[in-house]
């Protein structure tokens, strides 16, 4: 499985962002898709995941600015980005895994990540 992330750029504070990511793999709806982020001098972050069954969860940090969603049919993962902060600056990944981590949180559990796209949130 490759994943295609998209979509990151300069904004400003307030601002709306939409990432895109994009799997090659033959199967995706029995996937688990997750974002993370990093900074530099920091370890990445979880942002957001959606489950096969589209349940969703997010970090207290974007909890009701973000939203990830998944359109199978083109095998894409989105995570919508509203209200972006200068805190939200950092490389963002994409992640799959096959079925649901034991710890959705967890970068660990997810076996394949596309490459970073840089988000930049100016104030």
């Known amino acids: 499985v490759q994943l295609q992330a998209s979509g990151g750029g300069l904004v400003q504070d307030g601002a709306s962002l939409r990432l895109s990511c994009e799997s090659s793999?033959?199967?995706?709806?029995?996937?688990?898709l997750g974002w993370f982020r990093q900074t530099p001098g920091k370890e990445r972050e979880f942002v957001a995941a959606i489950t096969w069954r589209t349940n969703t969860y997010y970090a207290d940090s974007v909890k009701g600015r973000f939203s990830i969603s998944r359109v199978n049919a083109k095998k894409t993962v989105y995570l919508q980005m509203n209200s972006l902060k200068p805190e939200d600056t950092a490389v963002y990944y994409c992640?799959?895994?096959?079925?649901?981590?034991?710890?959705?949180?967890?970068?660990?559990?997810?076996?394949?990540w596309g490459q970073g796209n840089q988000v930049t949130v100016s104030s």
């Open positions: 793999g033959r199967t995706f709806s029995d996937y688990t």
């Open positions: 992640a799959a895994r096959r079925g649901v981590p034991n710890i959705i949180r967890n970068e660990n559990d997810y076996g394949f």
